[in-house]
């Protein structure tokens, strides 16, 4: 299967810059999996596709302040660093730019000194290892310093850094949003629960891999990265009370979506509480065994995302879907449009 099997023409004015100023008066797409029928909504109305007894997942991470702009100790280049994993104590994975700047021994000093960072390892395009120093709590001081990691192509300034975090964002470690969850607000939320739609939450902490294009022309020769994900009992006994009540479990993000296709894939179909990594590479072809429907953005074209979403509506169905989307003008992308897949 080739990656030009995923691509499609978008106007790069298509691309949302900002976020709406009301989470759920952005458009949604339906789309029916089976007969590949389409209806144009307002989010705030994706309650008219819910019913009592389904299940909505929701991914409860938390993005962090993960950019940091500092200035190496001993000659004062501006150095800008991207938290991408934490590994033991203090030592994190990251990237850094311009990264022929930053050999082993650099340090690298933010804010007024208040954090530094010693490089103590090299990895491919521009990663290192950097040993962090600072006084107080590293979460704290990162909150104080570091600037919210938005995705490459937007542009614009962000000013409210929460517009770019989900209302039920709880557990730190991503390096960006579970963006489809971004359109609920805590009142839609309640909404749902009144109207008897179970709400449980997992979590997936998201790499930047999400945004590493499909370099290879073949999709099975590519190289799926790597995140740490956790279920609760909570969620895996809820989970499997859904499925054995016939409900549909509907996740929002091709986040929670890997995170239950991969717990579903080790306990042959059940829901089991744990946690681990995982790089689940889902394209048409995989054979679902976790969830019915999915809520979900706009992806890049040639991405994994929008492989993922064709595995379970199928490709036809999917770049004819896009295809309306540009023709209607949807906004795509982190802060654009949603569609669901029912």
């Known amino acids: 299967m080739k990656v030009n099997m995923f691509d499609f023409e978008l106007p790069e004015e298509l691309i949302a810059q900002v976020p709406l100023e009301s989470r759920t008066e952005s458009r949604l797409m339906v789309l029916d999996k089976q007969t590949g029928s389409i209806r144009h909504e307002i989010f705030k109305n994706i309650q008219d596709y819910l019913q009592a007894g389904d299940c909505l997942v929701l991914n409860d991470t938390r993005v962090l302040p993960a950019r940091l702009l500092g200035a190496k100790v001993d000659t004062n280049a501006q150095i800008e660093v991207l938290l991408l994993k934490q590994l033991e104590g203090d030592n994190w994975e990251t990237l850094v730019k311009p990264a022929k700047r930053v050999k082993i021994g650099t340090v690298i000093a933010f804010g007024n000194g208040q954090l530094t960072a010693t490089c103590t390892g090299l990895g491919e395009h521009g990663g290192r290892i950097l040993t962090f120093s600072y006084e107080g709590i590293f979460y704290e001081v990162l909150e104080e310093l570091g600037k919210m990691p938005l995705p490459p192509y937007i542009k614009e300034q962000l000013e409210d850094q929460e517009r770019y975090q989900t209302v039920f964002a709880?557990?730190?470690g991503s390096a960006a949003a579970p963006t489809a969850g971004l359109h609920f607000t805590k009142a839609l939320l309640d909404e749902l629960e009144q109207k008897g739609v179970m709400i449980a939450f997992i979590t997936l902490?998201?790499?930047l891999g999400t945004f590493r294009p499909v370099s290879v022309e073949d999709i099975n020769e590519h190289d799926m990265h790597s995140e740490f994900y956790r279920v609760s009992e909570e969620t895996a006994e809820v989970l499997n009370e859904i499925r054995q009540?016939?409900?549909r479990i509907i996740t929002v993000g091709t986040t929670s979506t890997r995170t239950l296709e991969t717990i579903a894939a080790a306990n042959n179909g059940e829901f089991k509480a744990g946690d681990g990594w995982t790089d689940i590479f889902i394209y048409p072809g995989y054979s679902f065994k976790a969830?019915?429907?999915?809520?979900?953005n706009f992806h890049l074209p040639k991405s994994t995302l929008i492989m993922l979403i064709s595995a379970l509506a199928g490709r036809e169905n999917?770049?004819?879907?896009?295809?309306?989307a540009v023709k209607e003008r949807y906004r795509f992308f982190s802060f654009g449009d949603a569609m669901l897949i029912k």
């Open 318 to 324: 999917v770049l004819r879907a896009y295809e309306e």
């Open 245 to 247: 009540s016939g409900g």
């Open 205 to 207: 902490h998201v790499g």
């Open 170 to 172: 709880k557990e730190r």
């Open 291 to 296: 969830i019915d429907g999915m809520l979900t």
